[in-house]
């Protein structure tokens, strides 16, 4: 890999993870170029970069995933890099290929590297190699329903079917009892093959109460890995993260230290370079196990910067760039504790999605608080995507000061003429068992906050 400087930087993607790539770039005295649907003509990351392409209609499929549309902006524009942010194209090996092939760098890992991680089921296999521990279950996909009974006996009820290509929590199925098995199994492939174009399906044991830890990677070209400590994403509604913190308030250093070997075991079992992180649930008595590899930079990378001091898209840039790590893992010290809330613009209650005209708007700040968005005063949220705005991020000496913090910075919070969780969050915050850190994935759905999803 030589050493270059990207002149020019396109960013594939929208809203504020493209105004974080953007202000990542700026500061590294790379110029930028976004890229816009029709629909996103006023989203701050088409103002904010130095040159903004409209690549197609509202649609994703027509303008974000539209890779030829991508890679005539990338050539117009003369950019030498493309940044795929989270989401869409992202964890698209075929798409980092083309990107290769047309000679624009991919700001992440090489598509093998994606592919041996990017589906489950492949991942699990590498894993595997690499010594990580793993649930009881099946060890590569399950070919049929008698299959699927046998190793669900095995390792007992509950188990839990996972579709290969699954994401997003979509692809997931918990079964009981036997007797509900063979339905699952084959409504499961079925959601699979037509949700992910990929009918494969695993099956392992299902935790009843666990935590979700995951370990920030990043890699450079010259194999250098160092993890960046863990993050909690134990707060989730249907398997998806809404509040998200650093450290996990259960772990000590040794135990991060083991967590954070495996997660560097994997990511040179394949050479892996760029930014990424690996996924666990951890039981009772701290027993960690994989579930799973995102090749990319990730929605709650920000809590890791606050606590490490590490700018994790700015690294990102320079290691794409050829550049050596800046630091060891000797280096990196998780200091104090970070948190991240998603506001959303939706119904607090219900969650439905409430996109809108924005008719007042106006930020926390003071230290410790950090707001990562893309909306402002004026601007009309549209239905089209993700209903995510803005991150909010504190930062404080130890947990308690920044729960508090947070709850300070979500009253602040002026977002008018549309709704959001803001509300939901502050209920959060002010639950007892969220305020002990002694919850699970399950919490949201035991403590009344949202309906259970089986
Ligand atoms: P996705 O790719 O959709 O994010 P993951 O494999 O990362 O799916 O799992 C998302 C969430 O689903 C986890 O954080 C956890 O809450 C739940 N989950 C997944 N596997 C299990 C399991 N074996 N037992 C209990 N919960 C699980």
Redesign the pocket.
Known sequence: MELNKFSKVLIANRGEIAVRIIRACRELGIKTVAVYSKADEHSLHAKLADESICIGPAESKKSYLNIPAIIAAAEISGADAIHPGYGFLSENAGFAEICQKCDFTFIGPTPEQMRQLGE?VAARDVARRAGLPF?PGSKSAIESVDEAKITAKEIGFPV?L?ASG???????KIVHKEDDLENAYLTCRQEASAAFGNSEVYL?????N?R?VEIQIIADHHGNVVHVGERD?SV?RR??KVIEEAPCNLLTEVDREKIGGYAIALAQQVGYHGAGTV?F?MDDNKNV?F??MNTRIQVEHPVTEEVSGIDLVRTQILVAMGHKLPFSQADVKIKGHAIECRINAEDPTSFAPWPGHITAYSCPGGYGVRVDGFVYHGYTVVPFYDSMLTKLIVYGDTREIALKRMESALKEFIVDGIRTNIPFHLKVLSHPEFINGTHS?RFLEKAGFVKPSH
């Open positions: 489950k649930l839990i996972k699954g994401g997003g929590g979509r692809g997931m392992e044991k299902y935790l009843e666990p979700h994403c989730q398997h998806q996924e649930l196990y579930m799973e994935t």
